[in-house]
Structures are given as structure tokens and as C-alpha cells.
């Protein structure tokens, strides 16, 4: 069976499904929150096929919701991307983008209704102070003096905090439950907090801007989520997310579950240690392809498939862990070894002259895939002059280099079988000519002698090739857990770019910025899609072949 029949099933589903036949509830519904304060990485790409996933196989519906109450952070620039991202995954939302700014109207009355039951307070104490009155795990909070005032004062207090009458940090809204639980969030967490900042979507409406949590409960409930999915770290939150939900007047109560965030070994993943290394000059941008947002492996040539393959792989667990970035590599490989159309490119050229060859070209032509003839061929000149890689010639070498080395036939990929006589070396002593000749009866056959020739090298002819600058990536740190280091920066791999200038062959005059090759032989690369024109080709390494590969050829 292949792969991608497998059905998907993991916890979240068996639990779906539980509810759809006990008739719980008839319709599922879920949501894709994000913060609109960085661009999505690879970790979203999970929750995301999760979110998505559930409505499309479910016939449920699945909203994407910004979760915009931190106008500090938060900009259109990311919201722009977030959508961009999501429908190039192959996701579509349902109905209207919504905004968690939408219900800013019906989050505040929820707020007065639990003033008015006693529930929360406007609260004095500086933010430090209220920190330190928080507690620890072993030790219970100490109420604020400020807990005891009259729902009267509390609606005029809260009024107040709405009409500018504060300066920020000055007083906040709290909801009044327990300072000695047992649970840290439920000790009388932060609802509201004043922030004289203009908001990208209410403009300059608000001052006070509700929390994450309140606001979170409250807009699953609204929208008529059945289930609310999110990561282990909101584990503890569950409490108050019902909590909320209990006290205030509100028709419908979604359930949260939560599952283990993606973390991938060589990178880091929160927005805010993505956003250093931009700031920080380690990356050019968002979309640098050795980013693991969905912009960057987009760029370096991921496709949507790939990454919904690897998220199906690693599936849904409550289990904290880390994937190995070979799973992720192996998922893009697997998906350009099927469709990716080969070609022909020398990264580290040399020169190479066939000295038997006259000074025609031939118009060899080639399989654009080796096992998918509908792929069809494409043409590709050989001539009297080519460049070959560097690093596939050796003046001398033992029996086990498979290669050219001077005496010793090896054969031009998808063309004839040639064999080194001498070279020329320039005056520090490097080789700057290798002189060969070629057996014109082995195009694409063996020498008649019956002899067996193992190696095979790529080439492009020199006339023909076109210059192309060559992105070859590697892993952004050196270490696999970089997170883990006391300045993950000082963890940064200096290698993680290093640039190329080699040559393609002539068939890719027509690449596209965006598309795929697998250049024999090296790898699988993407023309850049910001930098590769008609005039300067830039093509980026998405990955390089398995190691088992380059052996074999
Ligand atoms: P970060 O820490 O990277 O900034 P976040 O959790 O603050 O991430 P949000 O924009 O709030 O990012 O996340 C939107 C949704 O994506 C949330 O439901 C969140 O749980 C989920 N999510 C974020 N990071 C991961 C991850 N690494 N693995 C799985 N899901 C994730
Ligand atoms: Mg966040």
C-alpha cells in the first residue's frame, strides 16, 4: 500500500469519531488560531493538516481565526503571509477570515457579567507585583488587596480602564477565583490589560485588550467550535478555558484537547527566536530557505505535498519529543524523486576536452525522468568541450574511486564512454584542463571490447551551458537542539550557505522561478523565486540526494 493511503487515525480522531456516533454532535467544527506575529513555520503546517484535515475528512468546517489581542506584535504583513500559506498547503477555510478583534464588543459584556457576579476586579497592583503576589508551585499566592472591592466600584474601576483614565500597566482586570490553587493559571488570572496602541483592525477604538485566555474560550464558543485543539502547553489553561465558559452567559462549550508541538532537531521554531535571527542579521528574512517557516521551505523548493506528507508521518501524540530533520528531508525527496525532471548542472567546473571529437556538436537527447516516460525527453548538446565537477577527477586513485582519473574510462552520463590521457596544470599546480578521448560507439551502450565500465559522471558542454549561481543550504545550527543552548545564536552554522558558480545545461533557458529539478547526480534545487531572472539564474539546494545514491552512481 502506498503511503498516502494510509488512513490517518490518531487520538483526536478516535475521539471524533466517538462523538459523531454517539450523536454528541452532528457537525464538527474546529479552528486554525494563529497570532499574526511572525510568519507560520513547520509547526504550524501540523496543527494546521490537523485543523483542516478533521473538517475536510469529517465534512466538518474549519475556521481560521487571527488571535489579534496583542496590537504590540501584531501586522498585516503577517496576516497577508498566514493566508498565503495556508491555502498554498492546500487548505481553504470556511466562510469568512475571522478575528478574534471581531467579538472585542461581546468579550467586554462577558467581562462585566462576571464583575457583576462577583468574578473579577479591577486590580492596582503593578504587573511586577502581581507576579511576585502569584506564587510559585510550592508556594499559594497571596491575595491583592485591591480583590475585595465592591462590584459597584468595579464597574466604575473597569469603565475607567475602557475610557483612558489609567496609564498603562497602572490597573488591569482579574478574574477573581483562587490564590492558593493548586493550579497557577487559575489564580486570578489577568482578563484585561490596558494598552494605549492603535490595533490593526479597530484602529484606535480600544485601550484595553483582552487576554489570551479569555478571549480564546470565548471566540471557540462563539464561532460553535466542538473541538478546541491546541498545544500541551495550554494543558493547564483547560481549567480556566471552562471556567470561563461556566460563569458567563454563553449557549455553546467546546472541548479542548490538546497534543505535543513539532519540534525538529538543527532549527528553532517559536516566532520570537525566528524573529532574532532576522533582526539579528543571522537570516535574511522570513522567507530565508534555511528558515523553518512554510515561506522559507517554499522558497528552498519544499512542496505543499511534501510537508502534508511529513506531518501524516509524524502523526498526533500527547508525547513530548523531537523529529530528526532527516524525516522531513526524507519527505521532500521522496516527493522530487517521483517529479522532479532530471538535468544536467556542474557546480565546481572544470574543464574538459575530448581531443578525438571534431569540433561539431551532437544533439544528444535525454529522459527528462528515468522511470516516468511521459515525462518525456528533452535535448541536450554534447561537444568537444565540457565542463565536469571538480571533485570527479582525480590525477591518481585507488581502485575504489569510480570516477575519471588519467588512464581509467569512465562514461559522460547519458552519453558516450571516455578515458583521460593528460592534463594541464596551471602555475600553482592546479588542474585547470583534463585531455581526453571518446569511444563514439558507446553512446548509451558498452564499449564493444565487452569491457564494463562502472562510473559515471554528469557534464554540460561548454558552448551551450548557461552561468548560474548556486545556493547550496545546509542546516542553520550546528548543533541538533539549539533551542536548549543559553544563546542558541552562538549555535549557528557557518556553512549553512555557501554560494556556486557553475553551469546548467541549455534546456533550463526556460526554468520558471519556482520550479523543481534534480540536478544528477547532486541534488534537488529550486529556481530562486525572488532572485532567478532570465538574465541571472539562481537556483537554490533543496536537498541533497540520499547518501546511498551517491554511492551507487
Ligand atoms: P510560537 O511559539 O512558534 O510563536 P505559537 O503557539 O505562539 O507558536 P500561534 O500563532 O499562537 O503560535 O499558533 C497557532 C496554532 O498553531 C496554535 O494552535 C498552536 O498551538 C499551533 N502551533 C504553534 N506551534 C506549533 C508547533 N511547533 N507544533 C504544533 N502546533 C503548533
Ligand atoms: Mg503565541
Excluded at 232 to 261: A, C, G, M, V
Aim: contains cysteine; glycine residues 4%; positive net charge.
Amino acid at each position: 500500500m502506498n503511503q498516502s493511503d494510509i488512513k490517518i487515525t490518531n487520538f483526536i480522531r478516535q475521539i471524533i469519531e466517538k462523538d459523531l456516533t454517539s450523536g454528541k454532535y452532528s457537525k464538527i467544527y474546529t479552528r486554525f488560531p494563529p497570532e499574526p506575529n511572525g510568519y507560520l513555520h513547520i509547526g504550524h503546517a501540523k496543527s494546521i493538516c490537523l485543523n483542516f484535515g478533521i473538517a475536510k475528512d469529517y465534512n466538518g468546517q474549519c475556521n481560521l481565526r487571527f488571535d489579534d489581542t496583542n496590537p504590540i506584535k501584531e501586522n498585516i504583513e503577517y496576516i497577508d503571509s498566514i493566508k498565503k500559506d495556508i491555502k498554498w498547503l492546500g487548505f481553504k477555510w470556511d466562510g469568512k477570515i475571522k478575528y478574534s478583534s471581531d467579538y472585542f464588543n461581546k468579550i467586554y459584556k462577558y467581562a462585566i457579567e462576571l464583575i457583576k457576579k462577583g468574578l473579577a476586579y479591577v486590580d492596582e497592583l503593578s504587573p511586577d507585583t502581581i507576579r511576585e503576589y502569584r506564587g510559585t508551585l510550592d508556594k499559594a499566592g497571596k491575595n491583592s488587596p485591591y480583590r475585595d472591592r465592591s462590584i459597584k466600584q468595579n464597574l466604575q474601576l473597569f469603565h475607567k480602564m475602557k475610557s483612558g483614565g489609567f496609564k498603562e500597566g497602572k490597573a488591569c482586570l482579574r478574574a477573581k477565583i483562587d490564590m492558593s490553587s493548586s493550579s497557577i493559571v487559575m489564580r486570578d488570572p489577568i482578563l484585561y490589560r490596558i494598552r494605549y496602541v492603535e490595533h490593526h483592525k479597530v484602529g484606535k477604538k480600544w485601550c484595553i485588550y483582552p487576554m489570551y485566555d479569555f478571549t480564546h474560550c470565548i471566540s471557540d464558543a462563539l464561532e460553535g467550535i466542538t473541538h478546541s485543539l491546541c498545544t500541551l502547553e495550554f494543558q493547564d489553561n483547560r481549567r480556566l478555558y471552562h471556567w470561563i465558559l461556566n460563569n458567563i452567559t454563553i449557549n455553546n462549550h467546546p472541548k479542548q484537547y490538546e497534543f505535543s508541538r513539532l519540534n525538529l532537531t538543527y532549527t528553532v521554531m517559536s516566532k520570537r527566536r525566528l524573529n532574532q535571527l532576522i533582526t539579528e542579521n543571522k537570516v535574511a528574512n522570513w522567507d530565508d530557505p534555511r528558515m523553518p517557516t512554510i515561506s522559507g521551505l517554499r522558497r528552498r523548493g519544499y512542496t505543499a505535498n511534501a510537508i502534508r506528507e511529513f506531518c501524516k508521518r509524524i502523526g498526533i501524540t500527547k508525547k513530548d519529543n523531537v523529529i530528526e530533520m532527516e524525516a522531513l528531508e526524507s519527505c521532500i525527496r521522496d516527493d522530487l524523486n517521483k517529479n522532479a525532471p532530471r538535468v544536467m548542472a556542474v557546480l565546481d567546473p572544470i574543464k574538459l576536452i575530448i581531443e578525438n571529437m571534431s569540433s561539431n556538436e551532437q544533439i544528444l537527447t535525454m529522459y527528462n525522468h528515468p522511470n516516468k516516460l511521459d515525462m518525456k525527453t528533452r535535448k541536450v548538446p554534447f561537444s568537444r568541450e565540457l565542463y565536469i565537477d571538480k571533485a570527479d577527477f582525480l590525477e591518481t586513485a585507488n581502485e575504489q574511486y569510480n570516477r575519471l582519473t588519467l588512464g581509467k574510462k569512465v562514461r559522460l552520463r547519458n552519453s558516450y564512454v571516455i578515458e583521460a590521457h593528460r592534463i594541464d596544470k596551471d602555475a600553482n599546480g592546479n588542474i585547470t584542463t583534463i585531455y581526453c578521448t571518446y569511444d563514439s560507439n558507446t553512446l548509451n551502450k558498452n564499449p564493444s571490447n565487452g569491457s564494463k565500465v562502472k562510473g559515471v559522471i554528469h557534464w554540460v558542454s561548454v558552448l551551450h551551458c548557461i552561468p548560474a549561481e548556486i545556493r547550496l543550504y545546509d542546516y542553520l545550527f550546528r548543533i541538533p537542539n539549539p533551542a536548549l543552548e543559553v544563546n542558541f545564536l552562538n549555535t549557528i552554522n557557518p556553512d549553512s550557505l555557501l554560494i556556486r558558480y557553475g553551469f546548467v545545461e541549455p534546456s533550463l533557458i526556460s526554468a520558471k522561478p519556482g520550479s523543481i529539478y534534480q540536478f544528477e547526480r547532486e541534488g534537488y534545487f529550486c529556481a530562486d523565486i525572488h532572485d532567478h531572472t532570465k538574465k541571472h539564474f539562481v537556483f537554490n539546494r533543496t536537498v541533497k540526494l540520499k547518501n546511498r545514491w551517491i554511492k551507487i552512481k
